[in-house]
């Protein structure tokens, strides 16, 4: 499988591309546009041999079979769609697009031309103990899941981000944004196809010298049989050792598990701790060398044409749930109108 990298405006690229050579692709070349010249140098440090070839140009290769892009998020659909229109599969960054009507043309293209449209969820896909987990579910370790919570900190670094992650309007929100990932997992580990927002807030807490960013959003979202949780914000403090304290709660009916996926406060040393509490006791599994698998399956459907490593409709439902529960968030901050019980 070949492979080209069109959109160079977040980091994420950077484990995209990696983990695709890593699988056995080869990289066409890449396209030095971007809005972030910190990207592009930590691309070229990574990847010194990759050839630097124009986006059209790429696009119109015929020997490349799929695009890699993390562009600005409210860039990708266009990207995504001129890669499926000249027959190329796809995999996109999170968010996978920031508005319902760029979903249903970047869906409309997917159907037509039967091109792969697919989304890195980082915080399961890169995950290893996210893995673990799907297994010890899938072999009955705690019955049938009834609920999450998931929890997604992030460090806003603010001296390093662009223009455009502080735009609303170019990054999609924080629940368009960040919350995909919980929304995703909610649906993988429930086994919901399909769910429906129960409710969703979002807003600006503590940055009013940023009137167009959001800094705070959570939501409720019921599925098949199960219901979750979702928080995100950006207030992982200065202490700690990694750009957030991503937790997932997984409730079943016969245990529970809690990801611990970048740190563990306790002090257990490295990532991807699982704590299991069954019938039987405690028990702490490190998952740090679980195998990823995600894009051995995303090289292996472009070339097999099949659909294994992210079907289409689940990226479809995971960014419609996401867009829902950001347009319809009640919103939270100084100046927010508040609900009449708390008056």
């Given at each position: 499988m ?8 977040h980091?994420?690229?950077f484990h995209m591309?990696g983990e ?11 396209c030095?546009e971007t ?6 140098a ?6 010194p041999?990759?050839a630097?070839?124009?986006r059209?140009a ?7 079979d799929?695009v890699l892009?993390?562009?600005i998020?409210?860039?990708r659909?266009?990207v ?6 000249r027959g190329?599969?796809v995999m996109?960054d999170?968010p ?8 249903a043309?970047v869906r ?9 449209f697919s ?5 399961r896909?890169v ?5 673990v987990?799907g ?9 049938r ?9 992030h460090?806003?670094?603010r001296a390093?981000r ?7 309007a170019?990054?999609?929100g924080?629940l368009?944004d960040?919350?995909?990932h919980q929304?995703d997992?909610f649906l993988?580990?429930t ?14 807490v503590a940055h ?6 959001e800094d705070?959003?959570?939501l409720?979202?019921?599925g098949e049989g199960a219901r979750g949780?979702?928080?995100v914000h ?9 750009w957030g304290?991503g937790r997932?709660f ?5 245990g ?7 740190v ?11 704590f299991l509490?069954?019938r039987?006791?405690?028990?702490h ?13 995303f ?7 099949t ?8 990226a479809f ?7 829902e529960?950001?347009?319809?968030a009640?919103?939270?901050g ?5 609900p009449?019980?708390?008056?």
């Amino acid at each position: 499988m070949r492979f080209a990298a069109i959109g160079l405006d977040h980091r994420h690229i950077f484990h995209m591309v990696g983990e695709c050579l890593a699988a056995g692709a080869t990289c066409a070349g890449y396209c030095p546009e971007t809005s972030d010249p910190r990207v592009l140098a930590g691309f070229r440090e990574r990847f010194p041999a990759l050839a630097a070839r124009g986006r059209e140009a790429l696009l119109d290769d015929p020997a490349v079979d799929a695009v890699l892009c993390a562009a600005i998020p409210a860039d990708r659909a266009a990207v995504a769609i001129a890669a499926m229109r000249r027959g190329k599969d796809v995999m996109v960054d999170k968010p996978g697009v920031t508005t319902l009507d760029d979903l249903a043309r970047v869906r409309q293209a997917a159907t037509e031309t039967g091109r792969i449209f697919s989304i890195c969820f980082s915080e399961r896909f890169v995950v290893p103990s996210t893995i673990v987990a799907g297994k010890l579910i899938a072999d009955g370790a705690i019955g049938r899941v009834v609920q999450t919570t998931g929890l997604g900190p992030h460090r806003l670094n603010r001296a390093i981000r662009p223009d455009w992650f502080f735009d609303t309007a170019r990054y999609g929100g924080i629940l368009a944004d960040i919350a995909s990932h919980q929304i995703d997992q909610f649906l993988h580990f429930t086994g919901s196809a399909e769910a429906a927002i129960v409710s969703s807030q979002a807003g600006n807490v503590a940055h009013p010298e940023l009137p167009a960013f959001e800094d705070f959003g959570d939501l409720t979202v019921e599925g098949e049989g199960a219901r979750g949780y979702v928080q995100v914000h950006w207030f992982t403090p200065d202490g700690l050792p990694t750009w957030g304290d991503g937790r997932l709660f997984i409730t079943g009916t016969e245990g529970t598990i809690e990801l611990r996926k970048y740190v563990d406060p306790a002090g257990r040393p490295g990532t991807d701790h699982l704590f299991l509490v069954d019938r039987n006791g405690m028990r702490h599994l490190d998952c740090s060398r679980e195998p990823l698998t995600y894009f051995r399956a995303f090289v292996a459907d472009v070339e097999n044409r099949t659909s294994t490593a992210m079907p289409a409709q689940h990226a479809f439902t995971v960014t419609r749930l996401a867009l829902e529960a950001q347009t319809g968030a009640r919103r939270v901050g100084p100046g927010a109108k508040r609900p009449e019980a708390l008056r």
